[in-house]
């Protein structure tokens, strides 16, 4: 009953919508047959610049946000994210961003997890989006994500989106240690154009103090087509925000290249920043969906196979083509990131902890990672 079946080229599309305004989305991603839409809650990003004392005590809150991911194969791709746009008003200033992340290899699912079937050539004449771009995505302590968030907001990115989740590591092991440190984390997302990805991911990395011991992980991946118009929450007295100043320039210089310069005679002006000495390399990103309720096994299996840490976001799930008993049913995306040599091994125990735990519903893919950052004894 939960023998896995194997597909290809596929990509993770996460798309980001103020708070409340996901219902046109959700139908018009239904309406194209997407099947398994996933839910989270999260919150936009702070940028807390100028103004008085009391401004600064106390800013105003983040924007809250809604993170929708589905699994979309390539085939599709074009036409879903399009009619997700045409939707959501997407190509609008502040009205959200939609990005996919392609997945590297098989997509492994039982039969009884939905997923949308492959079929046309995914053409788009009218397809709006960026296809080079990275996301960096960072997994720290309640509390960080603001930092980086707004680290990544000074280094260019449009954006950052911060959602929640719990993980931990070989510490779960030691009794003692659980004690010190709770399990809930904060999910830092930010898709940025590849030409200001490195400089953005080393910002977020210093402001987090991902280098030093117990501060998380961050690393980036591949996105192959992305539209990102997320609003920014400020707080100062100035009478247009940084992204409509941003995009007054970029009318005027008559496109983006004048980013890469100013980032450039930044640097060089500043005395440049010394590189961070942990990047890593050669590494994969695992990850399972199953029901909330079964993924404490999962958790243990991948820990237990070697992994260093496992992370953990939680959703409901939105899916307008699917039965009415499964509305709003809690899911679960567990993650990991190994070394390739390892992923079957890791693999493999996951697969085995679903069919000995008799888990109907589960899917595994893997995302190729780029860079890494953490802590390294």
Known sequence: MSDFNSTTDYSLVSIILPKLTGEAVVQSLGKNGAKHIIQSTSRGSLLNEGGGFFSKMFPPPAPEQELFQLLVPSSKLGDLMTSAVEAGQLNRAGSGAIFAMPCNGEVQHTGAFPLLIAEGDGSNDADPFIADMEAIIGIVEIGVGDDMAEAALKAGSSGPTITFGEGGGVRDKIRLLRLTKGPEKEIVIAAVEKSEADKVFTEMARSGKITEPGRGFMYTTPVNRGLINISTTFSSGAGASLDQIIGAIDEIKGGKDWRSVATAEDGTKAGGQPKLLTDLTELVGLFCLVHRDNYPA??????????????????????????????????????????????????????????REGIDSACLFTHSIDKAATYIP
């Open 298 to 355: 999962i958790y243990d299996a991948i820990l237990n196979a070697g992994a260093g840490g496992v992370s953990v976001v939680f959703g409901t799930l939105r899916d307008p083509n699917a039965p009415a008993e499964q509305a709003n049913e809690e899911w679960a995306s567990v993650q990991t990131s190994i070394a390739p040599a390892a992923l079957d091994k890791v693999r493999d125990a996951i697969k085995d902890t679903v069919k």
